[in-house]
């Protein structure tokens, strides 16, 4: 694509912040924030243009962290196998190791009546279709998780027994009641009520020798008896479920008695806990998209999960070197598209924009970190769908496009879903040549 000559026309310019991110979160340093300054009233030769050139294309995601012994990896442990006829098929298996919870008493003589999985519901991250029957497989781990290593989306563990396995159709919304015989008087029943939550029934035979074997007394042995469960969908729908592992309620729930007294013992999800993600663009709609930079000028493709970004070329911002700029930003607005039948999915919460460092990794930009640590993401850099249709997001970049100008940096961005890590949501947006919404580079500057 050629470069488009500037549109220049005067305007008014209002309270400008100038920001800067790395997905590491880096801190900024005092020359990324030259520029930040605060321009009130009239700006005496400022210019606008929204005609820059862009080039954009989808492009696969790289494998995303989703365990890490230092910090907490997930806010909402994605599952599910999700068809979408957009952005193809995306799956996601939950991978966990379970911990004593307290000191567990003496089992020699317990009489196990029952054991259930219990995983309560993270609905914040649910997505798609979610009021249909879903199918769940609880594994044992064939080998051991490392509760000191760190862990991307793309590793998957080696299963051996089947655990139990149940259809089910989730209700969020409504808390479970479960019956217990009293433990002072078995003949009478407590009603106890939890939060939302699935519960999948245990192998009894697993659960009784589990229970008389000698692990109560640490982790490790435990762990090396027991190395921990793999939770998968057993079939493909239209939707994807998410738990919150963390609960105090979560975990593996052994039911015994020990003469007349009945009670329970929970091992917890703790140690090593994360999700594997796997996307299969067979068929859909994006998949003669990708890589695609002539077919990336009408349509673009943004998914989380480990799913596709988008990467975008700013070529000639050294045109404006020798110019005082305002503010910078890049205006993206949400399209439809026959596939989704007339009823495109809720646009995606927060999005942001990276580069690539000298290593090639991609972290944030500086304007991201410049929003981030002032916890002021949405308000300083922006990324957040606009409030009614059609979804347009603008994304502050002023920071790193004056790096840009001096050649400081790549003329390459990358635009990808915050979080990530825990969101299977996806859109469509239109790209720099869409006939109704293209995407725009909106410059204010003052030509010196």
């Keep these: ?180 015989p009293n433990k002072d008087n078995p003949d009478e029943l407590d009603t106890l009520f939890f939060s939302a939550q699935a519960r999948i029934p245990v192998d009894y035979d697993f659960a009784n020798s589990l229970l008389h074997a000698d692990v109560f007394d640490q982790d490790t042995a435990l762990q090396s008896y027991f190395p921990g469960v793999q939770i998968s969908p057993s079939f493909t729908n239209d939707g994807m479920l998410a738990f919150d592992l963390n609960s105090s309620e979560a975990g593996l729930i052994l039911y015994y008695h020990i003469d007349t007294i009945y009670n329970s013992y929970r091992l917890s999800f703790g140690g090593a806990r994360m999700t594997s993600f796997l996307h299969d663009y067979s068929g859909s709609l994006v998949e003669s998209y990708l890589n695609d930079s002539i077919k990336g000028e009408e349509y673009l493709f943004l998914q989380g999960m480990q799913g596709t970004r988008l990467k975008l070329n700013i070529p000639y911002a050294e045109t404006l070197r020798d110019s005082l700029i305002n503010r910078v930003s890049l205006e993206m607005t949400v399209v439809p598209v026959p596939e989704d039948g007339g009823m495109a999915p809720p646009p995606i919460d927060q999005v942001v924009l990276s580069r690539r460092n000298e290593d090639g990794q991609l ?86």
């Design 1 to 180: 694509m050629t470069v488009k000559p500037f549109g220049m026309k005067q305007t008014l310019v209002s309270i400008v912040l100038f920001l800067s991110l790395t997905l590491a979160f880096q801190a900024c340093n005092k020359a990324s924030l030259v520029g930040y300054d605060l321009f009130a009233g009239d700006q005496i030769g400022t210019e606008f243009t929204d005609t820059m050139t862009i080039t954009a294309l989808t492009e696969l995601g790289d494998s995303v962290r989703t365990y890490s012994p230092s910090v907490t990896a997930l806010n909402a442990f994605l599952w599910g196998d999700y068809y979408d006829p957009v952005v193809g098929r995306a799956k996601s298996v939950i991978h966990a190791q379970l911990r004593l919870n307290g000191t567990a008493p003496d089992f020699s003589t317990a009489v196990l009546d029952s054991a259930v999985l219990v995983l309560p519901y993270d609905t914040t991250a649910f997505y798609g279709r979610t009021n249909q029957t879903f199918g769940m497989q609880v594994y044992s781990l064939q080998e051991g998780m490392n509760a000191d290593s760190t862990y991307y989306s793309d590793t998957l563990f080696g299963v051996s027994q089947l655990l139990g396995i149940k259809y089910f159709e989730p209700v969020p919304d409504q808390n479970v009641m479960v019956l217990r």
């Design 363 to 448: 972290v944030v930009i500086d304007d991201v970190v410049f929003g981030l640590e002032r916890n002021a993401l949405s308000s300083l850099f922006g990324g957040v769908p606009s409030e009614t249709e059609p979804y347009t997001y603008e994304l502050n970049l002023t920071s790193h496009f004056m790096q840009m100008r001096r050649g400081e940096v790549p003329t390459e961005i990358y635009v990808t879903v915050l979080f990530r890590n825990s969101s299977a949501a996806r859109m469509v947006l239109g790209g720099p040549s869409h006939p109704d919404y293209p995407m725009k580079l909106k410059v204010y500057y003052t030509p010196l």
